[in-house]
């Protein structure tokens, strides 16, 4: 068993923990109305961080979603390494998957789509790790709108790749969970967009429950490469450094092995 399949199990409990962490420094510090809040207005006499009193008048600027939660310090820098760290963990392991299929199968179009959708979305969650919703809410919503399709559609190519690849029951049965975990972030995501652009505070508020979900999800779903991962050896950083699987390594040093004893008997043919 290798110790690589600490990775994949790293990845959520950071971030899942690390946004939370997030939320409730924001709350502490009255940035953001809690999730069991309902109830907004349109303005408030008092800003909230300035409120006091066990009840709080919140507008549509204290809905608490995940970039709000990290709009504005102390909270930001902090998720702002959160967002960082996560997404460089995203990068390595997507890198070691696609190497690791590559190694134990073979490529497909699959796996290269795979590599390619999970480092966009890496990409970008660095932008909304680092460009927040209060201070560049044009760079930030670009992330979001990469890394949130492109997370979705990572998922989505997985769980394929996932079945394509199963040949005993315990694959199989990943990949039940790959899917299931799947179809949950494409509801929550679909349901977050929808609700997000409605004007009605209580939808609004629904959308940010609903981007939790998704993004927690997600998260998960990385952690399930812990399955795979715990196979990975000194073969697998090989296929990364050659590009190519051992396999196809042997076959095409074989194929030049036996292209050289028949020049070799050509040319011995051509001297009687």
């Known amino acids: 068993m290798s110790l690589w399949m600490i990775l994949p199990v790293s990845l959520p409990a950071l971030t899942i923990t690390g946004i939370w962490v997030v939320y409730a420094m924001a709350l502490y510090n009255q940035h953001v109305c809690p999730v069991y809040n309902w ?29 709000k939660c990290g709009s504005l310090p102390p909270e930001s820098c902090f998720f ?21 299929v590559i190694e134990k199968h073979q490529n497909c179009v699959l796996n290269t789509a795979s590599l390619s959708t999970g480092w966009i979305c890496a990409a970008g969650l660095i932008m909304v790790g680092n460009f927040q919703v209060d ?15 492109t997370g979705l559609l990572f998922v989505c190519l997985q769980s394929a790749l996932t079945y394509r690849l199963a040949k005993t029951q315990g694959e199989y049965n ?15 995501l679909v349901l977050s967009g929808a609700f997000f652009v409605q004007e009605s ?14 993004c927690v999800i997600i998260m998960l779903f990385y952690g399930t490469f812990a399955f795979e991962f715990a196979g990975i050896s000194s073969d697998t950083m090989m296929v990364l450094a050659r590009g190519q699987s051992l ?7 074989k194929m030049e092995s036996l292209a050289g004893v028949s020049m070799h008997q050509t040319e011995s043919l051509s001297k009687l």
């Open 39 to 67: 109830m907004y207005n349109h303005s408030c006499e008092v800003d909230l961080p300035m409120q006091r009193g066990p009840t709080l008048c919140c507008t549509m600027d204290n809905v608490p979603f995940i970039s």
């Open 80 to 100: 702002s390494l959160i967002c960082s760290t996560g997404s460089f963990m995203v990068m390595v392991i997507v890198m070691l998957r696609y190497a690791h």
């Open 135 to 149: 201070n560049s809410k044009v760079l930030h919503y670009v992330g979001a709108g990469v890394a949130f399709p």
């Open 174 to 188: 990943v990949g039940h969970l790959r899917l299931f975990m799947t179809l949950l972030a494409c509801v929550a």
């Open 201 to 214: 505070f209580v939808l609004q508020h629904a959308s940010a429950i609903f981007e939790w979900v998704f």
């Open 247 to 253: 396999q196809s390594v042997s076959q095409n040093h």
